[in-house]
C-alpha cells in the first residue's frame, strides 16, 4: 500500500459576493478551512516528489497528498497562490494553452456560467427553441427526448437536466453547432464580450510563470480542452503537442505529467502521452491513488468536495 490523495480544484473564489453567485465552485473562506485541514490531518507533497517515487519505487509519506487545479482560472492565481505560498504547500496547475493564444473562452466555462445566470426550467426550453430552429436551417439533429433520455443521467454532483444540457452542449451535438449554440446562450446570459471575458476568467503567462518560478508545478492539459478519445489520433496528438510546445517555458521534460481533460481517455491517448514523454496521468475517477496498484498514466483524483469543510467522503471511498 503507497496511498496518495489527489485533490482536484476548478473554481476557488468568493462566489457569493461575486458577480456569479450562482457559479459552482469552493467558495474561498471554505478553501482556506479546506487547507488548514490539509495541514493538520495531510502531508501535501510535490508532483516532483511523486514522480520521483514512482521512478525509484519509493513509498511516500504517510498521509501523502498533491492538490490540482485545473483549467487555468484567474483564481487560481488570484487567490489560491497566495494562501499556498503562505502554508509552503505546492499546487499542480494544469491549463488548456489554447485560453491564453486565442483569447476564447471554453465551451465548458461558457456554459457554467449560462448555468449560473439561467434557471435550468427556462434554459431547458430556450435550448429546444434553438435546436428546432436550428433543424429547419438544414442541421441533422435528433429529437429532443431521444436526446435527453440518452444523456440526461444524474450524477454525484448534478441532477439530470443539468447533466443533460452539459453532455449536449459539451460533447454530443456536432462541434460547430455546439459552438454556435453555446455562443448565443452565453451572449444572452453574460452580456460581455468573449475576449474580455477571457482575460477576466483566466490566468495569463506571466502570472504563471510568476507561480512556476515560487515553486508551484504545471502540467499538460492539451490546447483546447478537448475529448481527447473522442478524436482522430493526428489531431488528439496535436493537441497535446501543441499545449507542451506553448508551456515549454514552465514545464520540465523530466517530469511531464498529463492531465486528461473531462478524464477522457483511451489506450492511444495514454500511449500518445507517454510516448511523448509523461511519467504520470491524473483522471478523474473518485477515489485515493495507490502507487503499488495504480498504473502512473491513470491516478484517480478525489474532489475538493469529499473533504471538510464540505464533506467526510474521503473517508468512505477506499
Ligand atoms: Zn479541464
Avoid at 502554508?87 to 494544469?94: H, N, R
Avoid at 437536466?161 to 453555446?182: A, C, H, N, T
Amino acid at each position: 500500500m503507497n496511498q496518495l490523495s489527489i485533490v482536484m480544484y476548478h473554481y476557488v473564489r468568493p462566489i457569493k459576493d461575486s458577480a456569479y453567485p450562482g457559479i459552482k465552485g469552493l467558495e474561498f473562506d471554505l478553501f482556506k478551512e479546506q487547507i488548514a485541514f490539509f495541514r493538520d490531518n495531510f502531508h501535501v507533497i510535490t508532483m516532483e516528489e511523486v514522480i520521483d517515487a514512482v521512478r525509484e519505487k519509493r513509498q511516500l509519506p504517510e498521509h501523502a497528498m498533491l492538490l490540482t487545479f485545473d483549467d487555468g482560472y484567474m483564481d487560481h492565481y488570484q487567490y489560491v497562490f497566495p494562501v499556498l505560498k503562505e502554508y509552503g504547500m505546492q499546487g499542480s496547475f494544469f491549463v488548456p494553452s489554447g485560453i491564453l493564444q486565442y483569447e476564447k473562452v471554453l465551451d465548458v466555462n461558457k456554459i457554467h456560467f449560462i448555468l449560473a445566470c439561467v434557471d435550468i426550467e427556462e434554459l431547458l426550453p430556450e435550448i429546444y427553441g434553438l435546436l428546432a430552429r436550428y433543424r429547419k436551417e438544414g442541421w441533422q439533429i435528433e429529437p429532443d427526448e431521444v436526446m435527453f433520455d440518452k444523456l440526461a443521467v444524474a450524477n454525484r454532483w448534478d441532477p439530470k437536466e443539468v447533466i443533460f444540457v452539459k453532455r449536449l452542449l459539451q460533447s454530443y451535438l456536432d462541434e460547430e453547432l455546439r459552438g454556435k449554440i453555446v455562443g448565443e446562450l452565453f451572449e444572452k446570459a453574460v452580456g460581455v464580450s468573449e475576449a474580455e471575458f477571457s482575460r477576466q476568467l483566466y490566468m495569463n503567462l506571466t502570472q504563471i510563470q510568476e507561480m512556476k518560478a515560487a515553486g508551484m508545478f504545471f502540467g499538460l492539459h492539451g490546447e483546447r480542452h478537448y475529448w481527447l478519445n473522442h478524436l482522430p489520433a493526428d489531431k488528439m496528438r496535436e493537441d497535446i503537442v501543441n499545449g507542451m510546445r506553448y508551456f515549454e517555458s514552465v514545464m520540465d521534460k523530466d517530469y511531464l505529467v498529463m492531465n486528461y481533460p473531462y478524464g477522457g481517455y483511451n489506450e492511444e491517448v495514454v500511449q500518445c502521452a507517454r510516448d511523448l514523454g509523461c511519467v504520470l496521468g491524473i483522471s478523474v475517477e473518485a477515489r485515493h491513488a495507490d502507487l503499488d496498484v495504480d498504473d502512473p498514466m491513470l491516478l484517480p483524483r478525489l474532489d475538493t468536495n469529499d473533504f471538510p469543510p464540505k464533506s467526510n467522503h474521503w473517508q468512505e471511498i477506499i
